[in-house]
């Protein structure tokens, strides 16, 4: 489809991560306790990350397969669609469905990015969000300027790293963070409580 003739934005899109996203974006330190990509023994693609293992689950990767195959059952790169996972494939797929423009959301980390939150270690934590954050402003949405929505993952532990966060991606070209509906349940203020002042007014 000619790109004068797309007029489609989806803004409830999803991706799955590539095995190689942190290898740019994340200090040499910190490698070795990085999210790793395994292939287990019956043939799904698991990632593994500070003791948990969080499957891609086939709902997260439905694309180009009949509603009778949808389940959120592990699976394998290889089963996936490749525009699920690749950026090249990605826009194929988008041409070929007349979309113009896409917003994606996170698989793995969650959509508040919770599985890096979650850390013990907030230096590290904050690491891994940045680095996700560079590999989806730069290498996801930055491939093919103009037909994607950069989304951010949020320092969700502390409203003035959230704050310094949402700085940082705005000059990277990112206007828009993924975020928890209640914080409460996650150990954090209400929306309603002066703690978050900071966050919004960041995002002003």
């Not at 389940?71 to 790169?77: A, M, N, Q």
């Not at 949405?141 to 704050?163: K, N, Q, T």
């Amino acid at each position: 489809m000619e790109m004068n003739d797309m007029i489609l934005v989806s803004v409830d899109d999803h991706l799955c991560e590539p095995p190689h996203m942190f290898d740019e974006h994340l200090a040499e330190r910190w490698r070795d306790e990085a999210p790793k990509l395994l292939h287990t023994d019956d043939g799904n693609d698991v990632w593994t990350f500070n003791g948990a293992i969080i499957p891609n689950v086939g709902l997260n990767a439905v694309a180009g397969r009949p509603k009778e195959e949808y389940g959120i059952e592990p699976t394998s790169f290889e089963e996936i669609r490749p525009g699920c996972y690749d950026i090249d494939e990605r826009i194929k797929d988008m041409d070929a469905g007349g979309v113009l423009g896409s917003m994606c959301f996170p698989s793995f980390p969650g959509f508040a990015g919770r599985l890096f939150a979650d850390h013990p270690d907030k230096e590290f934590a904050a690491a891994l969000i940045r680095a996700y954050n560079d590999w989806h402003i730069q290498e996801w949405c930055g491939s093919y300027p103009g037909r994607f929505i950069p989304m951010a993952l949020p320092m969700i532990w502390s409203a003035e790293e959230c704050a310094a966060e949402v700085r940082r991606v705005a000059q990277l070209g990112c206007h828009s963070m993924t975020f928890t509906e209640n914080p409460v349940p996650l150990g954090q203020p209400s929306f309603h409580d002066e703690y978050w002042n900071p966050f919004w007014e960041a995002l002003v």
